[in-house]
């Protein structure tokens, strides 16, 4: 991708590109100076430059314009129209209202946005003035369920080219004609969607494994004739073999750099029918509500998934319920106290915790192995090796620096961690953060296996697809309780909305 932005030089070969270009930018950073609608409109350059350039012409004196500045004054007017600038910040507010950013923040400097709000505002930057071509890497990532929908809509309308990565298979199934498949130390396109390209990829392995178990039979076959007849009468047949045996040599077959881990989740001792409920629960700060009072009675086994828009409380509602959950739960804040209410954990509940913000969950002092082992002194050390390595943390990555770390790696220690555990309840928040898509794949199906009972927040529309049995959906200062899965959940909510 950063060859196809010219951000770094091919080794081989080159790169024509369109002279408008929309790409999502990773530095976070360097629009820090400017408004956040005026960071959108730089997405399109020759706009922008045209709109600085008049606006200094129009900030001198009125006697110091000369005939010189009047017609390039009539230039730039004319590049303004024709890019769209008249509608600009219009525009602008549309891209950055389907991506929810809300319109109090228009006016900001990008210097006072979190994280997660300044990448929505450089996405929206990518698309604006529609360019012949967009690269987005990532750009899923910090969106809500709803503005990954938003997004899917805008580019299936979308009239130019787009190269995308991505680890949100339904995003991909919905936006992509063709995959690039980066695998064997090749590419290979695919015509159609992820799911599309799996299926072809995985036949067109399967006859080429196939086709060389053919030949490497013949070969076998050729070389015992070739060793019984070399020095009689058949010589001459065993030196023809020989020369088959040379064109039918099969070249060896390059070994997959796609890595797949096996999660399982299993449960130790089955909770109590009811190991959760919930009444009246509510959460405010600085005076303003989250939420009103929220109640709800779990069942053993439920999967619940919660969602809504960012900042609507659904991480803040699951760090309410952990803080007395029974148990050593590492990540929970026993002082994050609801405003009132009950949170009442039912018979034998054990609760597996994965938080949002990991930043302390791994302690950057020791090993990967050797934080595994301290959460359960009783583990052996071939049980712990076992885990690992289910989690590719295989060989030599086993006693890696927890320090050394990446996001995705991370993820896969604490995930190994609930394995360990073996609760009868998981409160995920966000898990698929960092995970690249067979790790998401290979956790959408332990899910689905998982005998216990979830509570997760999630913005892949898969897991919550084919894992929640249950809704809760966050808008407007409710919790609504839907009591069924996701495709339910989008037909009452379409027939709710007419």
Known sequence: MKILTGEIDPTKGDVTRPKKLGVLRQDQFAFDKHRVIDTVIMGNAALWSALQERDALYAKPHEELTDKDGMRLGELEGIIGDEGGYTAEADAGLLLDGLDIDHSLYERKMSELQGGQKVRVLLAQALFGSPPCLLLDEPTNHLDLDSVHWLQD????????????????????????????????????????????????????????AENAQREKKIAQLQEFIARFSAGTRSAQATSRKKEVERLQTAELAKSNIARPFIRFQVDQASGRHPLEIKSVAKSYDGMKIWKPFSASIERGEKIALMGRNGTGKTTLLRSLVRNAPGKIEDADRNFAADGGQVIWG??????????????????????????????????????????????FSGDDAMKSTKALSGGESVRLILCRLMLAKPNILVLDEPTNDLDLESINALNVALQKYDGTILMVTHDHDVIDEVATRIWHFK????????????DYLAYAKEKAS
């Open 154 to 209: 805008y580019l299936c309308e979308y009239e130019g080219v787009l190269i995308v990565i991505s680890h949100d298979r339904h995003f991909l199934n919905s936006v992509c004609t063709h995959c690039a498949d980066i695998d064997y130390q090749t590419v290979i396109m695919y015509n159609g969607g992820y799911d599309d390209m799996v299926i072809a990829k995985t036949a067109v392995r399967a006859r080429v494994e």
């Open 347 to 392: 018979h034998n509940a054990s609760v597996g915790y994965y938080a949002q913000d990991r930043s302390h969950t791994i302690d950057k002092k020791t090993t990967t192995m050797q934080w595994l082992a301290d959460f359960d002194p009783r583990a052996t050390q071939e049980q712990l090796r076992g885990l690992l390595g289910q989690m590719l």
């Open 476 to 487: 407007d200062g409710r919790v609504e309780d839907f009591k069924g899965p996701y495709a």
